[in-house]
């Protein structure tokens, strides 16, 4: 479900705020990001807010991503320091691999001490990523809730994973670059964006551009098509009259196509795709 928030100004500095807060708590932070838009996906000053933590970053979504990407983007992360895992959290995909990392970094944190402690941490990424799905998947839906702790915020609760790690239940919802307008546009794409306040012809026309040129192969194949035009529209017409989805007086219904094109393309129907390349 997209999270709808009005991000201000202030409301910003109190999530900086609520995060630093909380990062003083944990040993490492997860940060979500979508794999099909690993650029688009990640708020702007992310290293700046979870500076000097461990992170592990989780391409989410692998199930809908080009896998050859996710590789390129996996080895691109891991020289910044990060440690990476590919996921899919809807399908649970990567969640061995992930309690694998996990377990390497717990002990770790407890070699050369007399008594062990599990490992804490803390989820961020901006809305719809699949911060609430990892969650899910790392405790399942019952998952044990430890009250509060010393030194722990009232209220906040503490998930026990079945390896005795512990997870802040709420994730950092961090807000997404909005200045750049491709990222606007991209996580609208995705779906991340509700279609309501753009215009999906032309989201979908956009998006057609983007295929043509990047995955013409996938497009041709799913919608049938004998070759690419040069121009979107052309190639949005003609999946559209391939489709059938024409309108009374033998109109064109551009709405009808847009939808399709935008649910088929964010269900991975049309393919595995990823939208920004390094
Ligand atoms: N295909 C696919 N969908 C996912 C995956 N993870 C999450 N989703 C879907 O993405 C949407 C947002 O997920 P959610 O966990 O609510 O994201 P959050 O806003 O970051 O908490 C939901 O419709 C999920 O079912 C995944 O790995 N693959
Ligand atoms: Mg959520």
């Not at 900086?16 to 807060?21: D, L």
């Not at 990892?134 to 079945?162: C, E, F, M």
């Not at 990047?214 to 489709?243: C, Q, S, T």
């Amino acid at each position: 479900m997209i999270e709808n928030i009005n991000w201000y100004p202030g409301h910003m500095k109190k999530t900086r705020e609520m995060i630093q807060q909380n990062l003083k708590m944990v040993d490492l932070v997860i940060e979500v990001v979508d794999a099909r838009i690993p650029v688009s996906s990640r708020n702007p000053i992310i290293d700046d807010i979870v500076s000097g933590k461990k992170r592990i970053i989780i391409l989410n979504k692998s199930d809908l991503s080009d896998k050859k990407a996710n590789d390129a983007w996996a080895e691109h992360f891991k020289k910044d320091g990060n440690l990476v895992v590919t996921m899919n959290c809807m399908a649970g995909g990567g969640v061995n691999q992930l309690l694998k990392v996990l377990e390497k970094e717990e002990a770790k944190k407890n070699e050369e001490k007399a008594v062990k402690k599990p490992l804490r941490m803390m989820i961020v990424g901006v809305p719809n990523v699949g911060k609430s799905s990892l969650i899910n998947r790392l405790t399942g839906k019952r998952s044990a809730q430890v009250g509060d702790r010393p030194g722990v915020t009232r209220g906040k609760q503490w998930l026990t994973l079945k390896n005795g790690m512990q997870l802040l239940d709420t994730p950092g919802i961090l807000w997404p670059k909005f200045e750049d307008p491709k990222t606007g546009i991209n996580l609208a794409y995705c779906g991340s964006i509700k279609d309501e306040i753009m215009d999906i012809a032309t989201l979908a026309m956009e998006l057609i551009g983007v295929l043509a040129e990047e995955y013409p192969d996938l497009l041709m194949e799913r919608y049938k098509l004998d070759e690419i035009l040069e121009m979107p529209l052309d190639n949005m017409e003609a999946i559209a009259l391939k489709r059938g989805f024409i309108l009374p007086g033998k109109r064109i219904d551009y709405e009808r196509c847009a939808k399709t094109v935008l649910d088929e393309f964010r269900s991975g129907k049309i393919g595995n795709i990823t939208l920004e390349r390094l």
